[in-house]
C-alpha cells in the first residue's frame, strides 16, 4: 500500500516537473490551426517542422545566435585565463589578504545583479561600449569570474603538493612539474569551469536587456523576448526557437550539474 | 582582481549620493552631490514601500514553497523504486538546466488567456491570469518554484545519503517509528545543508528579476513591481540613476544579515571537512 501512494507520488513529481518542458516541445512541433484548439492536443495530430522552419529562416535569429556564439566564446576565454592565474594564486601561495579576497568572491556573488547594472551602465557609456558587444564581455567577465575563480579553486586545492614536490624530487623543474603533473589533474575542472561561464554569458538576459538597444546587437534571450510580431505572440514559432535556445544548455548542463551543486553548498574555504 | 569586482559596488553606492539623470549623460555635466536626498525620498515613496512589502511576501512564499516541495521530493526519492527515482533525476536535471527566461516563456504561453492549457486543465474558460497582479505573481512564484526545487531536492537527496544507515537500522530495531527516524536522526543529520539551501534561496528569489520581467512583456504595471522591478524600472525608463542606485543599495543592506549568515556558514562548512 504505501509504496503503491510512494510510487503515484513520485510519478506525480514525474509529470509536473516533465511537463512544462515537454509542452514546449509539443508546440513547437505544432501547425498553426492546433496550436489554438480548445481543448488543447496533447499530441500533435498532424505534427509540422515548419515551426523550426521559420525560426531558421529568421535572418534576426541567425544574428542573433552569432552574436551570442562571439560573447560567450570571447568571456569563456577571458575568463579562463584570468580565473586559472587567480585560482592558481589563491591555492597554492599564502599571501596576505588571502582570507579577505575568498570571502569576497563569495559575497560579490550574492550581490543582487540589479545593484550592479547601473554602475556598470554609466561606465561603459563614456567608453562607448554600451550597446556594443565589447561591452558586453566585459560586464559578464564581473559576473561570471567570481564564480569561475571560486569553482576553479576547489579543484586546485584538491591535487595534493606532495605530488608536485614528489616530482620535482625526480627532477622535473617547477614549471615541469606543473605542466606534467598538476594541469593534467586540473583539466576537468577547467573544462567544467568554461562550461559554466559558457552556460552563464548564454543565458544572460538582465543586464543584456539594459545595455543593448539596437536590433543587431541582440543575443539569443534578447530575440527570444521580442518575439512578438504585429500579429500577437506566434507561440508555435516562439518555442520552436526556445527549444533550439534550450537544448545546447540542458545537454553541457547534464555534464556538470554535479559540480555545480558542490560549488554553491560545500564552501571548501580551507584555510 | 579585487578592484575590477569591487568597483561596481563602490560606484553604486557613490551613485546612491548623487542626482543622475538624462542631463548627466548627454551634457557630461558632473554630477551634484544629493547627500541624503535621495534615501529620504525613498523613506516617503509609497511606491517603494509597497514594493518592499511584496517583494519580502512573495520571498516568503517562494522559499516556503520550494523548500516545503524540494525536502519531500528528496525524501520520496529515498522511498520509490530505483528506476522511479532514476525519471525523477533525470526530469529534474533537465528542468534545472532550463534558463529562466526560456521557462518564464512557456509558463506565459501555459497561461494564455486564449488557447493556454492551464485554463483548459482546470476548466477556467478564458480567464486572464494577469488582470489581477495577486494572480499574475502566483505564476510567477510557480516559474519560481518549479525552477528552484530541482536544484533543492538533489542536493539535499545528496544530503540523505549521508545519513548513517546503521544508526536508522540500530533505531528501528529498539522500535522507532518512520516518523521518530526521520525527526531524531535523519533531521539533524541534514540539517546543516537545508540551512544553506534556505539562506541561498532567500537570496536568490529576494532578487528575481526576469520572471517577472519577462512574463510582463518588459512592462510591468506597478502591482508586479518588487524592489529589483522598482529599481531598474527607475533606471532604465526614468533614467533616474541616483535614486535608483539608492533604491539597489537598500536592497543590499536588507539582504545583508542573510548574506553575513549564509557567508558564516560556507566558512565553518569549509574548515570542518
Redesign the interface.
Known amino acids: 500500500m504505501?509504496?503503491w501512494v510512494?510510487?503515484a507520488?513520485?510519478?506525480a513529481?514525474?509529470v509536473?516537473?516533465?511537463f512544462?518542458?515537454y509542452?514546449?516541445a509539443v508546440?513547437a512541433f505544432k501547425p498553426g490551426r492546433e496550436?489554438?484548439?480548445?481543448?488543447?492536443r496533447l499530441l500533435p495530430a498532424n505534427p509540422t517542422l515548419a515551426n523550426f522552419g521559420h525560426v531558421l529562416s529568421d535572418g534576426e535569429f541567425w544574428r542573433s545566435a552569432q552574436n551570442s556564439l562571439i560573447v560567450a566564446a570571447c568571456t569563456v576565454l577571458a575568463a579562463m585565463a584570468?580565473a586559472f592565474l587567480?585560482s592558481l594564486a589563491l591555492a597554492r601561495f599564502a599571501f596576505r589578504g588571502r582570507r579577505a579576497?575568498l570571502?569576497?568572491?563569495?559575497?560579490?556573488q550574492?550581490?543582487?545583479?540589479?545593484?550592479?547594472?547601473?554602475?556598470?551602465?554609466?561606465?561603459l557609456?563614456p567608453l562607448r561600449l554600451t550597446d556594443a558587444l565589447p561591452g558586453l564581455v566585459i560586464s559578464y567577465?564581473?559576473f561570471a569570474?567570481?564564480f569561475a575563480i571560486w569553482t576553479l579553486r576547489g579543484f586546485v586545492a584538491g591535487v595534493p603538493r606532495d605530488l608536485e614536490e614528489a616530482a620535482m624530487v625526480d627532477g622535473c623543474t617547477r614549471m615541469g612539474a606543473f605542466r606534467r603533473v598538476v594541469l593534467p589533474l586540473i583539466f576537468p575542472g577547467l573544462v567544467a569551469t568554461s562550461i559554466y561561464t559558457l552556460i552563464l554569458a548564454?543565458?544572460e538576459?538582465?543586464l543584456t536587456?539594459?545595455l543593448i538597444s539596437s536590433p543587431e546587437h541582440y543575443t539569443l534571450?534578447l530575440w527570444?523576448?521580442h518575439f512578438?510580431t504585429t500579429e500577437g505572440?506566434e507561440?508555435g514559432p516562439?518555442?520552436a526557437g526556445?527549444t533550439l535556445?534550450?537544448t545546447p544548455?540542458?545537454v553541457f548542463?547534464?555534464l556538470v550539474?554535479r559540480h555545480l551543486?558542490r560549488g554553491?553548498?560545500?564552501?571548501?574555504?580551507?584555510? | 582582481m579585487a578592484a575590477v569586482l569591487g568597483f561596481p559596488l563602490v560606484r553604486v553606492v557613490v551613485l546612491s549620493f548623487q542626482d543622475w539623470g538624462l542631463a548627466q549623460i548627454f551634457t557630461d555635466r558632473a554630477p551634484e552631490f544629493a547627500a541624503g536626498r535621495n534615501y529620504r525620498r525613498i523613506v516617503t515613496d509609497r511606491a517603494f514601500w509597497s514594493a518592499l512589502r511584496r517583494t519580502v511576501v512573495l520571498t516568503v512564499a517562494m522559499v516556503a514553497l520550494s523548500m516545503a516541495a524540494g525536502v519531500s521530493i528528496a525524501l520520496l526519492m529515498e522511498r520509490v523504486p530505483a528506476w522511479i527515482r532514476r525519471a525523477v533525476t533525470f526530469v529534474l536535471v533537465l528542468a534545472w538546466a532550463v534558463p529562466s527566461f526560456v521557462s518564464t516563456q512557456v509558463f506565459a504561453w501555459m497561461t494564455d488567456q486564449n488557447a493556454g492549457v492551464l485554463n483548459s486543465l482546470l476548466g477556467l474558460g478564458r480567464h486572464n491570469w494577469y488582470i489581477d497582479s495577486a494572480q499574475g505573481l502566483s505564476v510567477t512564484t510557480a516559474i519560481v518554484v518549479w525552477g528552484a526545487v530541482p536544484f533543492i531536492a538533489i542536493t539535499t537527496y545528496a544530503a540523505l545519503t549521508q545519513v548513517p544507515a546503521e544508526i536508522v537500522e540500530a533505531a528501528r530495531v529498539d522500535g522507532a517509528t518512520g516518523w521518530q527516524v526521520l525527526r531524531r536522526i535523519t533531521l539533524p543529520v541534514i540539517r546543516p545543508v537545508l540551512v544553506i539551501l534556505t539562506a541561498l534561496s532567500v537570496i536568490w528569489d529576494f532578487q528575481v528579476f526576469n520572471q517577472i520581467w519577462i512574463l510582463r512583456n518588459a512592462a510591468p504595471a506597478p502591482g508586479y513591481q518588487t524592489l529589483s522591478i522598482y529599481s531598474y524600472v527607475k533606471a532604465y525608463q526614468g533614467h533616474e540613476y541616483g535614486y535608483a542606485s539608492a533604491v539597489a543599495v537598500v536592497t543590499v543592506l536588507l539582504l545583508l544579515v542573510v548574506m553575513v549568515f549564509y557567508l558564516r556558514r560556507i566558512v565553518r562548512a569549509g574548515e570542518g571537512s
Open positions: 504505501r509504496r510512494f510510487g507520488l513520485g510519478i513529481v514525474l509536473i516537473w516533465a512544462p518542458v509542452w514546449m508546440t496550436m489554438f484548439a480548445v481543448p488543447p584570468f587567480a579576497l570571502v569576497a568572491l563569495i559575497v560579490v550574492m550581490v543582487p545583479h540589479v545593484a550592479l547594472v547601473i554602475p556598470i551602465f554609466l561606465t557609456g567577465l564581473a569570474l567570481p548564454w543565458n538576459y538582465l536587456y539594459f534571450p527570444l523576448t512578438i505572440t507561440y516562439l518555442m526556445a535556445i534550450a544548455v540542458a548542463f547534464a550539474q551543486a554553491l553548498t560545500a564552501g571548501a574555504v580551507k584555510g
